[in-house]
């Protein structure tokens, strides 16, 4: 009886012992997945991180690219828009004209550029005319405008909002290939600045 009693008990002891080692290794292995989960949870996240970062770091370039291609270079007939102090306005250069003299009139240099544009007043407050006269000519050198022909259709009226009126420029310049004429050229801080570009070879005349 007393050896049935002692091989009862020592079944009981050897299943409670084998029992609480059982848990203690299920809760390692729990512990263990719970510290690998939380490892990666923290890559995925310093990943993301890390993506966001090279993407913020692309975004000043993109936007950088998108001010560089507001500055393209325009053609014959193409509009450009202006915002300055002075108001809103977009300017088309329609045509120009290579001349030895005007009025009996000679240059000082090789020849007479006399560039024809149209402005419309796209602002809400009236614009001078005279304010748009910020334009320089660009050949092989720097060309001298020259307003003091009294044959040149100057732009000398005031534009109200949605008015729309057509106009010359004058320059005195020697020849060129081709010629870059800059509106508000060094005044990009207060008006935007354009550029059209032609050859000589589109000249009307």
Do not use: H
Request: net charge negative; glycine share 8%.
């Amino acid at each position: 009886m007393k050896k049935i009693i002692f091989a009862s008990l020592a079944m009981v002891l050897a299943a409670t012992v084998i029992g609480c080692s059982s848990g203690d290794t299920e809760e390692q292995i729990s512990g263990d997945n719970e510290s690998t989960n939380q490892e990666e949870t923290t890559e995925d996240v310093s990943n993301q991180d890390s993506n966001s970062e090279e993407e913020n770091d692309e975004s000043p370039e993109q936007q950088s690219q998108g001010e560089t291609d507001s500055n393209e270079i325009l053609s014959l007939g193409e509009t450009g828009k202006v915002e300055s102090t002075v108001g809103d306005y977009e300017v088309t250069v329609q045509s120009f004209e290579i001349l030895e003299t005007i009025d009996g009139e000679e240059p000082l240099q090789d020849n007479f550029i006399l560039v024809d544009f149209e402005v419309t007043n796209t602002g809400n407050n009236a614009i001078e005319g005279k304010d748009i006269y910020d334009a320089m000519l660009f050949g092989e050198v720097l060309s001298t405008e020259n307003t003091s022909i009294e044959s040149i259709d100057l732009l000398d009226e005031t534009l109200e909002s949605g008015d729309g009126a057509t106009a010359q420029f004058l320059f005195d310049l020697r020849d060129s290939d081709s010629y870059d004429l800059v509106l508000n050229a060094g005044l990009s801080g207060v008006a935007t600045e354009i550029t059209w570009r032609f050859s000589a070879d589109e000249a009307s005349n």
